[in-house]
């Protein structure tokens, strides 16, 4: 489950107590895991939610987890965007990520750019609940952190225009998981969602129907950088 300690104990702080002279040691460089403990910021949570249903991934490293950002060359601005963000809260190195070359599949050569956080030991639920066995999976209360930032980031890192709607490639995850996704989304946003094929076995994505995209820009438009509107399909 998808279960913050660190956000309910947030939730929970009396309201006479002034959350900003809370001591926040996660801020300061060379900080160790351990303390960094948080309370995190729910809209930093969405980033990372949404991340990690997209392109983003979790690594434990030491006694806490760090979530590693990646994206194409194509789509920098949008990973500078997310580094900014998260390196003025205090989460990551500020240092502006560079574009670097590797080698895919076919021997392709890709540009990539790329950033990870700071580790935190406050991350490690996050970790517990999108990988079992070192497969990543999907966790059952993920309705209660998908938010319109969370989806908007997950659709900024996978979701591509097609046709007249749009679609999630969710190819690496297993079509109990996309089903249960495209039933979390019917629900909590009253979006039709279909579960199509990827065009390859055993994979699948999302598909967000023409009917469905006005709904949808309304929505995530508040929360897309400006770089990635195309997505949106020209409904925007």
């Given at each position: 489950k998808l279960l913050c300690p660190k956000w309910f104990e947030f939730l929970n702080i009396g309201s006479n107590v002034n959350i900003y002279s809370l001591s926040l040691p996660f801020i300061l460089?060379?900080?160790?895991?351990?303390?960094?403990?948080?309370?995190?910021n729910y809209d930093v949570l969405s980033i990372l939610i949404g991340s990690l249903l997209g392109d983003g991934y979790a690594e434990r490293h030491g006694f806490g987890t760090r979530i590693c950002f990646q994206q194409e060359h194509l789509n920098n601005l949008y990973l500078l965007w997310l580094h900014n963000y998260l390196s003025e809260l205090g989460y990551c190195n500020s240092t502006i990520p560079i574009i670097s070359?590797?080698?895919g599949k076919g021997g392709k050569l890709r540009y990539i750019s790329r950033f990870k956080t700071y580790t935190f030991t406050s991350f490690n639920w996050i970790h517990s609940a999108f990988y079992k066995n070192g497969t990543k999976v999907i966790p059952e209360d993920i309705g209660d952190y998908l938010s319109p930032l969370a989806?908007?980031?997950?659709?900024?890192d996978?979701?591509?225009k097609v046709s007249s709607g749009l679609k999630i490639a969710t190819n690496n995850l297993s079509s109990t998981d996309v089903e249960f996704l495209a039933t979390v989304l019917r629900n909590k946003y009253a979006l039709k969602v279909s579960v199509i094929s990827a065009g390859?076995?055993?994979q699948y994505n999302l598909y967000f129907s023409k009917s469905t995209?006005?709904?949808?820009?309304?929505?995530?438009k508040p929360y897309l950088h400006t770089s990635m509107y195309y997505k949106l399909n020209g409904y925007i």
């Amino acid at each position: 489950k998808l279960l913050c300690p660190k956000w309910f104990e947030f939730l929970n702080i009396g309201s006479n107590v002034n959350i900003y002279s809370l001591s926040l040691p996660f801020i300061l460089p060379k900080t160790r895991a351990i303390k960094r403990i948080g309370p995190h910021n729910y809209d930093v949570l969405s980033i990372l939610i949404g991340s990690l249903l997209g392109d983003g991934y979790a690594e434990r490293h030491g006694f806490g987890t760090r979530i590693c950002f990646q994206q194409e060359h194509l789509n920098n601005l949008y990973l500078l965007w997310l580094h900014n963000y998260l390196s003025e809260l205090g989460y990551c190195n500020s240092t502006i990520p560079i574009i670097s070359t590797r080698l895919g599949k076919g021997g392709k050569l890709r540009y990539i750019s790329r950033f990870k956080t700071y580790t935190f030991t406050s991350f490690n639920w996050i970790h517990s609940a999108f990988y079992k066995n070192g497969t990543k999976v999907i966790p059952e209360d993920i309705g209660d952190y998908l938010s319109p930032l969370a989806l908007a980031v997950w659709i900024m890192d996978d979701g591509g225009k097609v046709s007249s709607g749009l679609k999630i490639a969710t190819n690496n995850l297993s079509s109990t998981d996309v089903e249960f996704l495209a039933t979390v989304l019917r629900n909590k946003y009253a979006l039709k969602v279909s579960v199509i094929s990827a065009g390859s076995i055993n994979q699948y994505n999302l598909y967000f129907s023409k009917s469905t995209m006005i709904l949808l820009a309304k929505i995530i438009k508040p929360y897309l950088h400006t770089s990635m509107y195309y997505k949106l399909n020209g409904y925007i």
